[in-house]
């Protein structure tokens, strides 16, 4: 391997534009090895090396000359009737991801295999048949709807455009999604801004679910809540997805929350998914340094018990100018002269555990 | 903070102290029989969540979002006061004539005068007595003109022996429907052409918005002047002259609806209910005439009652430069254009001039006490 040679010369020197190089070109292969394996038939969502770059800066004749790479090579898989809990700081490309994978925001590069179809390239048109199976639950339950139409119009449109049940069965089957989530019959003729936070991501859930999906996306749903009412939502969430049979992205900076409801856990860090893994590995066994970080700063309810708290030093870099190497190696602890020229690889660990940090490559 | 890690431990299945009136909250919400089994340790969360999430009384009937601006349009006196001018103004000119049928618009009083004017010719003989004649001339005036406000006139008559308060529901009639036909115009060129450079955004937004700034840059009355004159040439009729003359005015005027509804579009399609829409596969008519346009609406309201305005406004400076509707057709800026070129009439007849301008004032003040209060009523921020 290229990057192997450079390393064991006496003195190291990094070339980092060689390194670059290879670590690219590395990347291009793994990519196209992994985007002509077969689709995994238990998963219901795969997700491969997905990237999503915006423009930040357009030359005159519209070309782009600089990009914020959002989202870098996140992979994944998630079967259906799980839930993967995505963590990470404000700013990592959590919501960017979710949004990307429902195809709200075009990919720039990999694959999203739902349902053993690859959506990545599907046109609006095609887009709009299979909306009905993937369905999101926004952060703020305040914008997220529409405020001149009723509770029960806002539940029962994506039923009627989408045919999902009889003209005439429309109004009790809606009246029977919102008893499910909690919503009592006579909201149907109110207007969302005579409920409180609460009840209105109940709105926002049984609007989500009246499309039947097996597939929903919530995007931070109770990061905008009291602390007591996001256990209700969460609990909602839960009894659902049992009563349902869905599968939960569970995107949250609250590891709490995330440990509570998930299956996998996936960490983030500036666009890049540093640890992915069952959430009894992450939680038990964190590998990456940051993950570590993280988990460090969740509060412990007994006074007694000291905490070792790992505090990261400095901000998170801004993803427009990201630092060579290692994405982390600006505040990691641990940081060596390798982390800050060579990107380490993305790797399984332990079984379905994996992670992306040279230290644990030399162990 | 530190109760926050208490429902991720889902084997703690220890009994928690509820209390009684948090026993009560949560028998309402349907949801809690599960939550009980899943998870008991989130039931002493439950107990802060009293305040936040007691369903709201089924007998309180709260108000849609229009019954709540209808009451706080209401609730306004000066927005009243601007219904009660508009709502009268509109009796006036588009009932008033059927009912009062004394005179028609351009129905002469023929009745005229007789007026007697003495004379008194002093003639000196050549032996220095004076001879005194006197001398009574008899005119018969074929017209009733200036006649000053009677029975028989309510506001009397103008110089050419038309009746004024005839010809003030007829003038108000032209200057009505004309603005309501050009603000209606000008709101849906420029809903459409707005919402579109908003919606699509890119270079069909470049396009209509460099097209706005243009149309912004043009002289208004040089123009309306040029066109006038056209319109001479072309020898349409005088009735009508005054629509060709809006709807030129209405070709220039939507450039500053189609920015108000763009901006609000651009802010609007970044709401995430927007987002749930594309999430839900909405075509996009749907997304816009479905979702964005009834929240345009409010703005768009208030933007059309004050140009109301402006638009009668316009038509009354038109018809005064005798470009708008021409003698014997009335219309407010005409009926007052007399004073023009009479002097005598602007010091002697109020009635003539005096009216109709009033009229104007009231229309005008009338739609913008109207689009104030329902800018007001439709602001959601201004509760009460």
């Known amino acids: 391997m290229a990057e192997n040679e450079i390393l064991e010369g006496a003195e190291v020197v990094y070339d980092d534009e060689a390194i670059m190089a290879a670590h690219r070109e590395e990347k291009e292969a793994t990519k196209k090895a992994d985007f002509e394996k077969p689709f995994d038939e238990n998963a219901l969502l795969e997700v491969r090396h997905l990237r999503k770059c915006f423009p930040i800066k357009k030359s005159i004749t519209g070309k782009t000359l600089q990009e914020l790479i959002a989202v870098d090579d996140i992979s994944f898989k998630l079967n259906a009737g799980e839930t993967l809990g995505i963590v990470g700081e404000s700013g990592c490309g959590k919501t960017t991801m979710g949004r990307t994978i429902l195809k709200l925001h075009q990919p720039s590069g990999g694959q999203i295999i739902f349902d053993g179809k690859d959506i990545s390239n599907y046109t609006n048109k095609e887009m709009r048949d299979i909306r009905t199976k993937m369905q999101i639950i926004f952060q703020d339950p305040y914008s997220s709807l529409p405020p001149r139409s009723t509770v029960g119009d806002i539940i029962s449109e994506p039923v009627l455009v989408h045919g999902i049940v009889p003209k005439d069965q429309v109004k009790s089957y809606v009246l029977d999604l919102m008893d499910k989530c909690g919503l009592r019959d006579y909201y149907y003729e109110r207007y969302p801004h005579e409920f409180s936070g609460g009840q209105r991501q109940r709105i926002c859930i049984a609007r989500a679910l009246s499309v039947q999906p097996q597939l929903v996306v919530c995007d931070e749903p109770v990061s905008a809540l009291d602390v007591s009412i996001q256990a209700q939502i969460i609990n909602l969430l839960k009894s659902l997805q049992k009563s349902m049979n869905l599968t939960y992205l569970f995107i949250s900076h609250d590891l709490s929350v995330v440990k509570f409801i998930s299956d996998k856990i996936g960490v983030m860090y500036l666009g890049s998914m540093v640890e992915f893994g069952n959430k009894k590995d992450i939680f038990d066994n964190p590998l990456h340094p940051y993950t570590k970080a993280l988990f460090s700063a969740i509060p412990e309810p007994n006074p007694d018990v000291k905490m070792n708290r790992i505090v990261l030093k400095g901000d998170i870099p801004s993803p427009a100018n990201p630092p060579k190497g290692c994405l982390f190696h600006t505040r990691c602890p641990y940081a060596t002269e390798k982390c800050k020229h060579v990107p380490p690889k993305y790797k399984e660990h332990e079984e379905g555990h994996f992670a992306a940090c040279h230290l644990l490559n030399e162990e | 903070m530190e109760d926050r890690n208490i429902p991720m431990n889902e084997e703690n299945t220890e009994a928690v102290l509820v209390d009684a009136v948090n026993e009560e909250t949560l028998t309402e919400a349907p949801d809690v029989e599960v939550e009980k089994a899943e998870a008991a340790v989130t039931e002493q969360l439950e107990t802060e969540s009293e305040d936040t999430e007691v369903p709201l009384d089924k007998n309180v009937r709260l108000m849609s979002p229009m019954q709540m601006v209808i009451r706080r349009f209401f609730r306004s006196k000066l927005s009243i006061v601007g219904l009660v001018m508009i709502v009268s103004l509109f009796l006036f000119s588009f009932f008033g004539p059927l009912v009062y049928t004394r ?282």
């Open chain 2, 103 to 384: 005179w028609g618009e351009i129905e002469l009083d023929e009745s005229g005068t007789v007026s007697y004017t003495p004379n008194e010719i002093v003639i000196t003989n050549p032996d220095g007595t004076t001879t005194t004649i006197y001398q009574t001339t008899e005119r018969q005036e074929k017209d009733n003109y200036l006649a000053p406000p009677s029975k028989d006139h309510i506001l009397g008559t103008d110089e050419q022996g038309y009746d004024v308060f005839t010809r003030l529901m007829y003038g108000g009639r032209i200057s009505l429907s004309v603005s309501f036909i050009a603000v209606f115009v000008i709101t849906v060129l420029g809903v459409i052409l707005g919402g579109i450079a908003g919606y699509f955004g890119g270079v069909v937004d470049n396009v209509i918005m460099r097209i706005c700034d243009v149309l912004m840059c043009l002289p208004g009355i040089p123009i309306l002047l040029i066109i006038s004159t056209l319109l001479e040439a072309a020898q349409v009729d005088a009735k009508y002259r005054i629509y060709w003359l809006m709807i030129y005015l209405t070709l220039f005027s939507w450039p500053g609806t189609a920015r108000l509804v763009r901006g609000q579009i651009l802010s609007l399609r970044e709401q995430e209910y927007m987002v749930a829409a594309e999430a839900m596969g909405y075509s996009t008519s749907r997304k816009i005439f479905k979702h964005l346009v009834p929240n345009v609406m409010p703005q768009l309201i208030v933007q059309m009652t004050l140009s109301l305005g402006s638009m009668i406004l316009y038509e009354a400076t038109l018809s005064y430069l005798n470009m708008g509707v021409k003698a014997p057709y009335a219309a407010w800026g005409t009926m007052i254009n007399v004073i023009s070129t009479n002097t005598d009439i602007l010091q002697n007849n109020f009635n003539v001039w005096g009216a109709p301008g009033i009229c104007i004032v009231i229309a005008v003040l009338g739609f913008n006490f109207i689009g104030d209060g329902l800018r007001d009523a439709l602001d959601p921020k201004s509760r009460r």
